[in-house]
């Protein structure tokens, strides 16, 4: 007998594409209803997108008969979204209900810009209703660390969401002072936890944190970054709970895939999306299993249709049916984007994902950043970390054990192409809102330094 819950997306599904609750219910039913709603999809985004207008000019793109003809079509990329989000829009201006501003990570690149309508949001709303049901019952507290104050913002979609099961969802908003934090969480007897990795991270390690009893806190979702399996381990650790994780981004409003008490995969929203895996390179359409760039086509979107839209994550279809016995398709945890990876020599690259792990792992650490700088013309890897003051001796030669077993690191310093700088400690930690993902800066580019 299954020991598991099946994931409640498993019968929202089942229901949004029209199957009784109960009965049989196959992957066939869901690609069944993909490919229609494929169908429906383009031939809107061709009649009220000036954009997909032009795309699909001299195409019979909406009669797809198959997905491989539909994988025929042109790709749809962020410069694309970038350089004239109106050309997307397919609404009437005075129906948008929220407009949200994506900033680049880097500091180059036009902003992107997303319009959602109130039947957009509402299917958000659904979706975090059901997705949330995981996590927490009819009657918790949960306190969202994330921005909340505007309508519209995921945090006010939280709310709805948790209020549609019975819950109570209290906004906090991005954690700038973690004591503040945790008195929210005692004041609120907040049960469950939604936040971006490094924040809850600065919780679970703060001197103040043992006002939490174990157990206090039953769960926690992380969201909007790449979530490290160090960080996971310590909030499991000090607290005794249960750590999901979520996969979405603005553009697939905001809502993409959640875990299921399994915690192998995301079950992917299948209703409202469509999601392939290609080759970064080629875009071919990859096997399962095999991991390449994540591609989004969105279903029911009214407001901002987007046809094979390349995220510039890295991820894999999983093969096998998930423990907990869903139908679902599930998506590998997300590997982060080999644009914000970077070349250390021919066939060695370094990503931020791999230095999380590894520094995030030592107990000291509350947040570090990661820079490649060129001195003399030669790369060299600048770590800055925080941490306690009157702890730093310690930790510098922890983080210098770290780096070097990170692969790509101890592979490059050996071959002469990477050197690493003294650790330095900052005064002060670099909380974000989460809009911006963390990054391995990269300034070789700039002038080199003596």
């Not at 909340?148 to 709805?160: A, K, Q, R, W």
């Not at 510039?312 to 990876?341: H, I, W």
Request: hydrophobic share 40%; net charge neutral.
């Amino acid at each position: 007998m299954n020991a598991l819950r099946i994931t409640p997306l498993d019968r929202w599904i089942r229901s949004r594409i029209g199957l009784e609750p109960r009965g049989c219910f196959t992957r066939e039913d869901v690609r069944r209803h993909q490919i229609g709603k494929l169908r429906e999809s383009l031939a809107y985004a061709s009649r009220h997108s000036p954009f997909y207008r032009r795309q699909f000019s001299g195409c019979a793109g909406f009669s797809i008969v198959d997905f491989q003809e539909f994988e025929s079509l042109p790709f749809t990329t962020a410069q694309d979204l970038a350089g004239n989000p109106l050309e997307f829009l397919s609404v009437s201006q005075s129906d948008v209900a929220r407009v949200v501003t994506i900033r680049s990570s880097g500091t180059t690149g036009q902003p992107k810009r997303v319009f959602f309508d109130k039947a957009d949001l509402d299917l958000t709303v659904d979706f975090f209703q059901h997705g949330m049901s995981a996590l927490v019952q009819a009657g918790q507290r949960v306190l969202i660390l994330m921005p909340g104050g505007m309508p519209g913002s995921v945090g006010d979609l939280l709310v709805e969401g948790l209020a549609r099961m019975g819950a109570a969802g209290i906004v906090h908003g991005p954690v700038q002072e973690p004591a503040d934090a945790l008195d929210e969480i005692l004041a609120h007897r907040a049960e469950c936890l939604v936040g971006i990795p490094v924040q809850v991270l600065s919780l679970v390690r703060h001197p103040e944190s043992a006002r939490i009893p174990r157990g206090f806190i039953r769960s926690v979702l992380l969201s909007t970054d790449y979530v490290p399996e160090s960080i996971v381990a310590e909030i499991q650790r000090t607290w005794g709970c249960r750590v999901y994780q979520h996969y979405g981004m603005t553009e697939m409003g905001y809502g993409g895939g959640v875990e299921c008490d399994a915690h192998d995969g995301y079950h992917l929203r299948e209703a409202d999306l469509f999601v392939e895996i290609v080759d970064p390179t080629t875009g071919r359409t990859l096997p399962e299993g095999v991991s390449g760039e994540v591609v989004v086509t969105t279903l029911t979107r009214r407001a901002m249709p987007l046809i094979r839209y390349r995220t510039g994550d890295m991820a894999r279809f999983l093969p096998e049916y998930c423990p907990c016995g869903s139908t679902l398709r599930r998506l590998s945890k997300v590997q982060g984007r080999p644009a914000n990876g970077a070349l250390l020599g021919p066939l060695t690259q370094l990503h931020m994902a791999a230095l999380d792990e590894a520094i995030f792992a030592i107990p000291e650490i509350l947040n570090f950043q990661a820079e490649l700088i060129p001195v003399n013309g030669l790369s060299r890897l600048s770590i800055t970390v925080y941490c306690d003051p009157c702890r730093f001796p310690d930790t510098l030669t922890d983080v210098r054990e770290a780096l070097v077993g990170v692969p790509a690191v101890r592979d490059a310093v050996a071959r002469g192409l990477l050197g690493i700088e003294p650790i330095r400690l900052s005064p002060e930690n670099w909380f974000t809102t989460g809009a911006a993902k963390r990054t391995l800066i990269d300034r070789r580019q700039e002038r080199s330094t003596p």
